[in-house]
């Protein structure tokens, strides 16, 4: 293996102390305490997950964290309600509804719902046009943890050639404004790109959001360029056993072919470690930046 490791893992602890020392002069300083509401519906597992994860690290750096788990069969007019109730509750600065929602529900209507400058995720409709004209914003927490890890392992990162394979509102999309910001050429790819790989292998950086477990293989890498893998598949792992129940254990992988591409690569993030730690802490960041704001 040739390639860095990039630690996200250890970068999101370093995020996180700093947040913790902001909240501290927040509360010292001046009597406020960063707030982050939590809105889960129903009980998909790995959402449910997330959740925990991510009220324990709110409280961890200080800030205080608001849970509200609701039922999978909850209307759109109680959920949106609650929304109204935390958009007018200056206690709470930040405000994150988990996705995917049930079907029932409009994902777009309820995002939009949301105080923007309490959308910690950057979803809501005004998020998305400032943060695409360059304009002060709240942004998506997973591409805003690729980008720190990308400015520091280049420092600039202008006129190189990025491919953001994946088009997601979540993901693609925003990596690609953000590559763009800080002046990288970029390529959004997708499952209709042609020669998909010939379009990987020109990219100085390559970003896989796609979804799709060990999709990247290393002959699509360019040698020496920079792999940042945003996926987070969970797969049958026949070589670690079973379980009690005589289930077939499991293991995470990424978006990309771990070991092949590390042989080509100059640097690559692990799954995991990588950009899972660096997404729960840029949220805490964006709380406490939401915070900050709210009392400018
Ligand atoms: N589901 C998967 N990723 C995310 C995320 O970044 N924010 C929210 N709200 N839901 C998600």
Redesign the pocket.
């Known amino acids: 293996m040739t390639a860095t490791i990039i630690d996200g893992k250890a970068f999101a602890a370093t995020v996180r102390k700093k947040v913790a020392s902001h909240v501290a002069t927040l509360k010292q300083g001046h009597g406020i305490t960063p707030g982050l509401a939590v809105v889960l519906v129903g009980e998909d597992p790995a959402?449910q997950v997330?959740v925990r994860s991510k009220g324990k690290m709110t409280v961890e750096v200080g800030m205080n964290s608001y849970e509200h788990r609701l039922d999978a069969d909850t209307s759109e007019a109680d959920l949106l309600a609650l929304i109204e109730r935390l958009n007018a509750d200056t206690d709470v600065h930040g405000i994150?509804?988990?996705?995917?929602l049930p079907g029932h529900l409009n994902e777009d209507l309820v995002i939009n719902a949301i105080d923007p400058a309490k959308d910690v995720?950057g979803?809501h409709i005004s998020n998305v046009g400032l943060l695409g004209t360059g304009q002060k914003s709240m942004v998506?927490?997973?591409p805003l943890g690729c980008l720190m890890m990308l400015r520091d392992h280049h420092g600039s990162l202008s006129g190189m050639d990025a491919v953001v394979i994946g088009r997601s509102n979540?993901v693609g999309k925003p990596m690609a404004q953000l590559l763009l910001g800080d002046s990288c050429t970029v390529t959004i790819a997708h499952s209709r790109t042609k020669d998909l790989p010939g379009v990987a292998r020109r990219a100085d950086i390559v970003i896989a959001a796609v979804g799709r477990p060990e999709m990247v293989p290393g002959d699509w890498i360019k040698p020496g360029a920079t792999v940042i893998d945003v996926g987070i598949n969970r797969i049958e792992a026949p070589e670690r056993g079973t379980n009690e129940d005589g289930s077939v254990k499991t293991r995470l992988v990424g978006d990309v072919a771990f070991d092949s591409c590390a042989e080509v690569a100059g640097a690559i993030t692990p799954v995991p470690g990588g950009v899972g730690p660096m997404?729960i802490a840029c949220?805490l960041a964006n709380t406490v930046t939401a915070c900050c704001r709210a009392h400018d």
């Not at 994150?96 to 995917?100: A, D, M």
């Open positions: 959402s997330y994150l509804v988990q996705l995917p995720d979803f998506p927490c997973t979540i997404t949220l």
